[in-house]
C-alpha cells in the first residue's frame, strides 16, 4: 500500500444538458493541467443507478499533499457546475494499483460507502481484501480502490470502488445470486462468512453504480 499518496475525490454536479461539454473541458483543459502538476487521473464516473447522470465523480492520485495543493492554483474555471465538492482520501488497501492495467479498466462501477468507527478499520480491511474480493475478482469483477477520508471521524467513511462490465454483471455477483459453477465451496463460504462479518461491523452503508467515461491510457 502506498500510503505516501493523496487522492482528490472531485464531485460535481453538472447542469442539466451540460455533460458532454462538461467532459470535453476536463479533458482539453483540465487534465493536460493535472499531469502537468504530477497528478494521475485514475477514474471518471457519472451517474447510472442510484445517481442522476449530471453527477460526475472523479479521482486523481498526487504524490504527496504538497503537490496537490500547489495543483489547485492552474486549474482553470468550470462554467458546466452547478455545485462542486472536494475532499482528500488516503488509500487503506493495496488498491489502487500503482499502474492499473487496461484489463482491469470496466464499463460501470459500484461506487459504496461505509461508515464505520475507527478502531474497526483493519479488520474492515481484512474482510473485503481476504473475504468478499477474491469472490468478486473470480466472478470478473475487478477492485479499482479502496480509501478512506484524510481526516478521522466517527463513524469513518470508506469508499469502495468495484468495476463490472455491466448492471447484470454487479447483479451476479450479489450474495442473492446462486454460487457460479466454477467457483469453489470453500472460496465461496469463506466470501460469504467474512461479507456477513463487514456488514455486521458497518454502520450504515450505501452504493449506486455509476458509467465509467474513458480517460487517457496514462491518466
Known amino acids: 500500500m502506498a500510503e505516501e499518496f493523496i487522492y482528490e475525490q472531485r464531485h460535481v454536479t453538472v447542469h442539466n444538458g451540460a455533460?458532454?461539454?462538461y467532459i470535453t473541458h476536463l479533458r482539453d483543459n483540465v487534465w493536460p493541467q493535472v499531469?502537468?502538476?504530477?497528478?494521475?487521473v485514475l477514474c471518471l464516473l457519472n451517474g447510472l443507478i442510484g445517481y442522476p447522470l449530471e453527477e460526475v465523480v472523479q479521482i486523481v492520485r498526487f504524490p504527496d499533499i504538497e503537490t496537490w495543493?500547489?495543483?489547485?492554483?492552474?486549474?482553470?474555471?468550470?462554467?458546466m457546475a452547478e455545485k462542486e465538492e472536494v475532499r482528500l482520501l488516503r488509500a487503506i488497501s493495496?488498491?489502487?494499483?500503482?499502474?492499473?492495467?487496461?484489463?482491469?479498466?470496466?464499463?460501470?462501477?459500484?461506487?459504496?460507502?461505509?461508515?464505520?468507527?475507527?478502531?474497526?478499520?483493519d479488520e474492515f480491511v481484512f474482510l473485503s481484501r481476504d473475504g468478499v474480493w477474491?469472490?468478486?475478482?473470480?466472478?470478473?469483477?475487478?477492485?479499482?480502490?479502496?480509501?478512506?477520508?484524510?481526516?478521522?471521524?466517527?463513524?469513518?467513511?470508506?469508499?469502495?470502488?468495484?468495476?463490472?462490465?455491466?448492471?447484470?454483471?454487479?447483479?451476479?455477483?450479489?450474495?442473492?445470486?446462486?454460487?457460479?459453477?466454477?467457483?469453489?465451496?470453500?472460496?465461496?463460504?469463506t466470501s460469504m462468512h467474512r461479507?456477513?462479518?463487514?456488514?455486521?461491523?458497518?454502520?450504515?452503508?450505501?452504493?449506486c453504480l455509476m458509467s465509467a467515461i474513458e480517460i487517457a491510457p496514462d491518466g
Not at 489547485?72 to 468550470?78: E, F, K, M, R, W
Not at 461505509?114 to 474497526?120: G, M, R, Y
Not at 456477513?196 to 452503508?205: A, G, K, M, P, V
Open 35 to 40: 499531469r502537468a502538476n504530477d497528478g494521475r
Open 134 to 189: 477474491p469472490r468478486v475478482e473470480a466472478q470478473d469483477a475487478r477492485i479499482l480502490g479502496l480509501w478512506t477520508t484524510l481526516a478521522t471521524t466517527d463513524p469513518l467513511e470508506v469508499i469502495l470502488l468495484t468495476g463490472y462490465h455491466g448492471p447484470s454483471h454487479w447483479e451476479a455477483t450479489r450474495v442473492t445470486s446462486p454460487k457460479p459453477e466454477e467457483m469453489s465451496p470453500e472460496m465461496w463460504e
Open 94 to 121: 493495496e488498491r489502487p494499483k500503482a499502474q492499473i492495467p487496461p484489463e482491469d479498466r470496466r464499463t460501470v462501477y459500484g461506487y459504496r460507502r461505509f461508515f464505520i468507527h475507527p478502531a474497526d478499520m
Open 195 to 207: 461479507r456477513q462479518r463487514r456488514f455486521e461491523i458497518s454502520l450504515t452503508q450505501w452504493v
Open 19 to 21: 455533460l458532454d461539454e
Open 69 to 79: 495543493s500547489r495543483s489547485q492554483d492552474s486549474l482553470p474555471g468550470n462554467a
